[in-house]
């Protein structure tokens, strides 16, 4: 008994100065620079805070998966965590504008498009008791199959690797057939044949040694999709003063350096699939008209299911 309540005073003394502990879901694997951005971000937050905001990383889905992620931070079962932006079009066509084909397909477009739908993004977020903290671009979206590809016929029949639901409309109004697959599962699906070609970026194609399975990439730089890194609200405002601070400036840190890490692979990241015999192609005329056919069918529809606030994105950012 009296050892019992020695460790219980002990404990009560203690707890003030306990850390705070924060887990951090991330769908991306270790190998992902969106996720050594976060890592990073977590460990100049610990080192601002003096180790009392300790966040840890669980990366490649091992703690929620992709789809679970944002209402596991809603629900406060973790404070904080990353996903793909698009992923919520299903909410609001608001998320999804980064994911629409020929829409913003720079750098300087995809900061164009962030600016115009931060506010929107924001605004939704909130009622959900979500903030968030910064938002990173993937490099530009690219075609991965096994010979080379002419026009979009050539993409008719083909199981199509999608990642949200924009993909998988690109992938139906190709004439393929839309799979889901996650990132860290996309090695697998093609080596079983559930998958044949997909769009990604280079990096999520290098991290996937796509070598190992196709052929050859285009880069069509159909769109600039981003992730996004969420904090619960009321976590956030539980945390001192001090240490909000603290992961406010993290936040514009790593979103700064996200954006150049990002640039910086999508150079790399092509280079290392060329080293490795991928052949590398631009798209022909023909292809980029089927495309950029295809863009406008999403962007119509897209346009038909969008709230105002939503299509006021479009309207700031083409201004
Ligand atoms: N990689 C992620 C999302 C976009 C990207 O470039 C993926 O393929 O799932």
Redesign the pocket.
Known sequence: MKHVLVFATAMALATPALADKWDMPTP?GDSTFHTQNISQFADEVRVATNGDLDITVHSAGSLFPHAEIKNAIRSAQVPIGEF?LSRLSNEDAAFGIDSQPFVATSYEEAAKLWDAQKPVVKALLAKQGLMPLFSVP??A?GLYTKSEIATVDQLNGLRFRA?NAALEEFATLAGAAPVQV??PD?AQAFSTGQVQAMI??P??GANSSAWDFLSHFSPINAWV?KNIVVVNIAAFEALSAGNQKAVKEAATKAMARGWEMSAAEAETKTAVMAEHGMVIYQPSDALKAGLSYIGATMLETWTAKASDDAKSILDAYNK
């Open positions: 991306y793909f993937w490099p979206q990642y996650a990132a996309i990604t970026s990096s999520t999709p």
